[in-house]
């Protein structure tokens, strides 16, 4: 198993460009999220889904779109890239709710707008 | 609404010394306490469930509901311990949500 796998690893954009991070997982998990990390704020959640075709917000979810079609996959998406939007992003997924479900998160995608 | 404190940005200490990580939560119902860790140019990963009541690398935490605290403990600290350290907090209910703290970077000198 590949486990969560988040692509890219870095990324440099302009104010008012958009892009997708991509977030993948290979363990038939129910819940995917994702979280921003600032130094200083700890990590953040910014949109979660705890199923295909379900998603909501998380703690921060202005600037930010999501969508779930498929099980594996939760695309999260800028659609106007800001500079406060300068962060390390993180997709993390768990098989569900409760103890026995600890999130397994991905490498991270470092993004900076300029 | 659920909140999770570390109090400590920053923790240094020295190999072979006691080593404590505060946490500290706010939440009404019945938590579910995990602590996460982040060594240099590695994925974050579970170090620790109140759930298991295990020891991990020498690491534990008890839930505390009275003082409504986590603190992680280890009684001789390693200089490979060096890295991040979260504290999270799960509506024991029907909530997938976790919630961290703001973490502390723990430094152990040799």
């Known amino acids: 198993n590949a486990g969560v796998t988040q692509t890219p690893k870095f990324q440099v954009l302009k104010t008012g460009q958009s892009m997708t991070l991509q977030c993948a997982q290979d363990?038939?998990?129910?819940?995917m999220s994702w979280y921003r990390q600032d130094p200083g704020m700890g990590l953040r959640l910014i949109h979660y889904?705890?199923?295909?075709?379900?998603?909501d917000q998380g703690e921060v979810p202005n600037g930010y779109n999501v969508s779930r079609s498929t099980t594996e996959d939760f695309p999260l998406r800028l659609l106007s890239a800001a500079p406060s939007q300068t962060s390390v992003y993180f997709c993390?997924?768990?098989?569900?709710?409760?103890?026995?479900?600890?999130?397994?998160f991905g490498n991270g995608t470092r993004l900076t707008v300029t | 609404a659920q909140r999770v404190t570390q109090p400590e940005k920053l923790l240094s200490v020295f190999k072979g010394a006691p080593v404590e990580l505060k946490c500290n939560y706010s939440?009404?119902?019945?938590?579910?306490l995990f602590w996460y860790v982040q060594y240099s140019r590695q994925r974050l990963q579970l170090l620790l469930r109140h759930i298991s009541r295990e020891s991990i690398k020498g690491f534990t935490a008890d839930l505390n509901k009275g003082e409504t605290s986590f603190h992680l403990k280890k009684p001789f600290a390693q200089e490979e311990d060096s890295a991040m350290y979260y504290c999270?907090?799960?509506?024991?209910?029907?909530?997938?949500?976790?919630?961290f703290g703001k973490g502390t970077l723990l430094t152990v000198n040799p």
């Open positions: 993390a997924s768990s098989p569900g709710r409760g103890g026995n479900s600890p999130l397994h």
């Open positions: 939440y009404s119902g019945s938590p579910e």
């Open positions: 889904s705890v199923g295909a075709g379900i998603t």
């Open positions: 999270a907090l799960r509506d024991g209910g029907s909530n997938y949500k976790l919630t």
């Open positions: 363990m038939n998990h129910e819940y």
